[in-house]
């Protein structure tokens, strides 16, 4: 997901009615799935126990692939707990599996040709993840390997079959394998960046589109994920074999400064502190504004855009909507703002 150096959006709590079940009082269609992301850390059983209330399944954040991509590194501490508040609020947790490297403080395209390239690789990291996920009594895996290359689109598929396999063995029939896309509006992009939608459409159950980091530090300034944006993104990845009730759709709970010292990355909450009456909200887009008076310019996305996208996703039939993430933003209710 998104962890870029110098930002605070770490996370990972999936909270996805993709198990199965309804929405309760967090205001979407009965049928429409919802999600969020967590990662552990100070207030996070909190955040998750909130939000599993009103959820169904909690994806926690998640485990690395080691730099050679023959296997994992520990487990993050607050895990298992994690697991065992999601569970005691009635949701599913899900663990997530990722190529993020502490050295470079970003996601790793060696790390992802390295596990994707070797077939022993592959065989033992989803082996181990489904042992993981077993342990901590998950009720399924996320992959989220984000990066990659044209080339890595078959080593992918393969991953994504073998991991499929794994986790059936060890958590039943019924567990998932899900997996987050990097965001393309055309379905060149797609594959460019190591995803073959159509075929990975036989070993994963459900998309996480993250349609959010549509601008950040690293371009311009502009919308952290657009409605008109997201929409051509569903498109793409459906004009690549993806079937929209297997598709969530990914939403920003956080903001991007630009032209400023410090973190670039700000909550909602701190976002709005910034704006003051500066804010402006546009419905074309579904997300906030402000030029502060300092000359930076700050774009954000929270509750309200939340809702927006909520409504999105159902005018386009989609399984449902993601949250990044609980670290930032609660899982809002139903009410209008």
Do not use: K
Request: hydrophobic share 40%; charged share 25%.
């Amino acid at each position: 997901m998104v962890r870029r150096t110098g930002l605070v959006v770490g996370f990972a709590v999936v909270v996805a009615l993709a198990l199965g079940g309804c929405v309760g009082t967090q205001g979407a269609d009965a049928d429409l799935a919802v999600e969020a992301y967590v990662e552990p850390g100070d207030g996070s059983a909190a955040n998750v126990s909130d939000a599993s209330r009103r959820a169904t399944t909690i994806g926690i954040d998640g485990v690395t692939v080691a730099d050679d991509g023959a296997g994992l590194n520990d487990l993050p501490g607050g895990v298992a707990a994690l697991a065992r508040t999601a569970r005691t609020g009635g949701a599913a947790p899900e663990l997530l599996v990722s190529n993020f490297s502490e050295s470079i403080g970003d996601f790793s395209p060696e790390v992802g040709t390295a596990l994707l390239s070797d077939a022993g690789n592959r065989s033992r990291v989803a082996e181990r993840l489904a042992e993981l996920a077993s342990d901590a009594h998950m009720r399924g895996v996320q992959i989220d390997l984000e990066s990659l290359r044209s080339r890595d689109r078959a080593g992918l598929v393969a991953f994504a079959a073998t991991l499929e396999d794994a986790v059936h063995e060890r958590l039943g029939s019924d567990a998932e394998v899900s997996i987050a896309v990097m965001a393309s509006t055309d379905e060149r992009g797609y594959r460019d960046t190591g995803y073959d939608l159509g075929a990975l459409a036989d070993h994963v159950d459900r998309f996480v589109l993250m349609t959010y980091d549509q601008h950040g530090p690293w371009s311009g300034a502009g919308t952290i994920g657009s409605l008109p944006w997201a929409e051509r993104v569903v498109d793409a990845a459906e004009r690549s074999g993806v079937p929209a009730d297997r598709i969530d759709l990914g939403i920003a709970g956080y903001g991007y400064v630009w032209s400023g010292s410090g973190d670039a990355q700000v909550s909602p909450a701190r976002a709005r502190e910034l704006a003051g009456d500066d804010a402006r909200w546009s419905a074309r887009t579904g997300e906030w504004s402000a030029t502060l008076d300092d000359g930076r310019e700050l774009h954000w996305s929270d509750a309200r855009s939340y809702r927006a996208r909520v409504a999105l996703a159902e005018d386009l039939g989609l399984h449902g909507v993601a949250l990044w993430s609980l670290n930032t933003l609660e899982l809002p209710g139903s009410e209008t703002t």
